[in-house]
């Protein structure tokens, strides 16, 4: 096992940096927050990180496994169709995940 | 548990700040957000309990994705042969999920510090984009929003930011931070300390979140349908898996941004010419 003092730097650079980067932003939001720029891309901004998270989340499917991705993909359309229809987040997520699993460990 | 990047949660015992209050004695922690002029509607005055609820009902479904992460991520640390409370330590305090999953791997193998440093850098550079529309003017008291800064994860950035911040109180926002913050951490206690015995044979659990991802696309591109961000985004995050398969999260906002900058300006240019 790696000794405490190394342990301890490890969490201490991660944590530093992981702050300093959150925090950033909010340090420089308010300088920029009032030209038209910046209004526009905050304005653009929510849909398209969430765009790209969805994207993310779908890449990190394992097209090797048993199933060849189709639990989750099926899992994913089963989420954007349950949500269409009714508009209920928490609905969605459950129909999609149960679509997921049972397909990944019932099925393949 | 692949989902590396499940956003962590931030640090270990969430002082949780019960909304309006706790002016602490910590003034140079002040995010320097100016927006105090906001009103902000009897909000502030409901009971703790109410925000509570209105952050279980609108994010308890990730608290529990989180805490089956969280178990994986703790499956992982006993795996690569390093004691089991260090899953809830790192989880705890760094709160950033995919990037701890990768320092695992680099503690196990005792790599550099200053790598160590680089790979926390890149991979957490995304959130760099996340206080730009984040609504923190919401939390009153610089506790909480010193706490908000430091658990600003993925999913707190995607749930809270897409919704319409009038309707969101400092309490509710708290709330649903100390959730996927709790949610990580114990879920690291637990996996640590029962290896890979528990629900890690079952398959698939870490799509919870993909799912959340993808419903809140859907919702954000249904209440205000905005094709070209949308196709945008997209195209930058393609580019970025194409790229770097490694860490495309920072990469596709990098560009995403990029996009939006030249789309404003020409914009405007149009504009100036009309």
């Known amino acids: 096992m790696p000794s405490p003092g190394y342990i301890v730097a490890v969490i201490a650079i991660a944590v530093g940096i992981t702050f300093v980067l959150r925090l950033t932003p909010f340090l420089a939001a308010p300088k920029l927050r009032d030209s038209a720029a910046m209004t526009a891309v905050s304005r653009w901004m929510p849909l398209g990180i969430v765009v790209i998270l969805a994207v993310y989340g779908l890449s990190t499917i394992d097209f090797s496994a048993p199933g060849h991705g189709v639990p989750a993909l099926s899992g994913a359309a089963a989420t954007v169709l349950v949500h269409v229809w009714r508009r209920n987040a928490v609905l969605s997520i459950v129909a999609g995940t149960a679509v997921c699993l049972v397909l990944a460990n019932l099925v393949f | 548990m692949s989902a590396p990047h499940t956003a962590s949660l931030p640090s270990a015992p969430p002082p949780a700040p019960p909304a309006g209050t706790a002016p602490g004695p910590v003034p140079e922690a002040a995010p320097g957000d100016v927006r105090t002029d906001d009103v902000e509607p009897a909000a502030s005055e409901r009971p703790a309990a109410s925000d509570f609820r209105a952050a279980l009902r609108s994010a308890g479904v990730i608290w529990l994705g989180i805490f089956v992460l969280g178990i994986g991520f703790g499956v992982l640390v006993t795996a690569h042969g390093l004691p089991w409370w260090l899953a809830p330590v790192i989880s705890a305090t760094v709160f950033a999920g995919s990037v701890e999953f990768v320092l695992i791997g680099l503690i196990a193998a005792g790599?550099?510090?200053?790598?160590?440093?680089?790979?926390?850098?890149?991979?957490?550079?995304?959130?760099?984009?996340?206080?730009?529309?984040?609504?923190?003017?919401?939390?009153?008291?610089?506790?909480?929003?010193?706490?908000?800064?430091?658990?600003?994860?993925?999913?707190?950035?995607?749930?809270?930011?897409?919704?319409?911040?009038?309707?969101?109180?400092g309490g509710r926002m708290i709330w649903t931070h100390v959730g996927m913050h709790a949610g990580w951490a114990t879920g690291a206690v637990l996996g640590g300390l029962t290896g890979a015995t528990l629900l890690s044979g079952v398959e698939g659990l870490d799509f919870i979140l993909t799912a959340l991802f993808i419903v809140l696309a859907v919702d954000a591109y249904l209440s205000r349908p905005d094709p070209l961000t949308a196709v945008l985004a997209?195209?930058?995050?393609?580019?970025?898996?194409?790229?770097?398969?490694?860490?495309?999260?920072?990469?596709?906002?990098?560009?995403?941004?990029?996009?939006?900058?030249?789309?404003?300006?020409?914009?405007?240019?149009?504009?100036?010419?009309?």
Do not use: Q
Request: one cysteine or more; hydrophobic letters at 55%.
């Open chain 2, 234 to 274: 997209g195209v930058s995050a393609v580019v970025a898996i194409l790229l770097v398969p490694g860490s495309m999260l920072p990469v596709a906002m990098a560009v995403f941004l990029a996009t939006l900058v030249a789309r404003f300006a020409i914009a405007s240019r149009r504009s100036r010419r009309a």
């Open chain 2, 111 to 169: 790599a550099p510090l200053a790598g160590i440093a680089l790979t926390t850098f890149l991979m957490n550079s995304r959130h760099l984009f996340y206080g730009l529309s984040y609504p923190l003017h919401r939390i009153r008291s610089r506790w909480g929003r010193l706490y908000a800064i430091f658990s600003l994860c993925d999913e707190a950035f995607a749930i809270l930011s897409s919704r319409d911040p009038r309707t969101l109180t």
